[in-house]
């Protein structure tokens, strides 16, 4: 089975469904390919990364609500394991990002270089915006860090990830993460371990059905 993960790596609600796809599929006993999909929660371009919770006040009503809103998420992803620093944290623009998650995964490292986003972002306060930032963070998983840079320096994948991204709002995709199944299913959310467990039971016997 085919499991699409459409999601943004500045996104927490993301890094939890994905640690809680990753206790699923290890207690899960079919054959599944991930594939990482972009979508980005503000494609507004960033002039200098500010501290998130700032930005998210200016978003959201005010530092009080934004300290609410990260509280309540720090708590929910503790409980699942993962410590989210937003002391730290920095506002990005991730198109980047994403296109680095594109060359990771024709080096059969997507998974690898996904996760350290994500530790980079909200445990390191590393600014995943920063090209020289990512190509760091390419070398840190065992990939060429030169090679990172030169691709980030140049063109290669822009049209591939805007068309991605114009794909991902084609299909009616307005929050994340969301997972698609068989190419056909859709769960939006930080589902629990189970409900994810089920989903892929259910979707398997659905595709054993029609064949």
Request: charged share 25%.
């Amino acid at each position: 089975m085919e499991i699409e993960i459409y999601a943004d790596v500045i996104c927490p609600w993301c890094y939890i469904g994905k640690r809680r796809l990753d206790e699923a599929l290890a207690g899960y006993e079919g054959e599944v390919t991930v594939r990482y999909r972009p979508f980005q929660l503000d494609p507004s371009p960033v002039p200098q990364p500010l501290p998130l919770v700032e930005a998210l006040a200016g978003k959201f009503g005010g530092p009080q609500r934004a300290r609410q809103m990260v509280d309540h998420v720090t708590q929910v992803a503790a409980a699942d394991g993962l410590h989210l620093d937003y002391d730290h944290a920095v506002i990005a623009n991730t198109f980047d990002a994403h296109r680095l998650v594109s060359w990771a995964t024709d080096q059969g490292r997507a998974a690898e270089m996904v996760e350290a986003l994500y530790q980079a972002h909200f445990n390191r306060g590393i600014d995943v915006g920063s090209r020289e930032a990512l190509a760091a963070l390419a070398g840190e998983i065992g990939l060429d860090a030169a090679d990172a840079r030169r691709f980030l320096d140049s063109d290669e994948r822009v049209p591939d990830v805007a068309a991605n991204l114009a794909a991902a709002r084609d299909l009616g995709i307005t929050s994340v993460p969301t997972f698609v199944l068989a190419g056909k299913y859709a769960v939006s959310g930080a589902q629990e371990v189970q409900t994810l467990l089920a989903a892929l039971a259910e979707v398997e016997q659905r595709e054993a059905a029609t064949r």
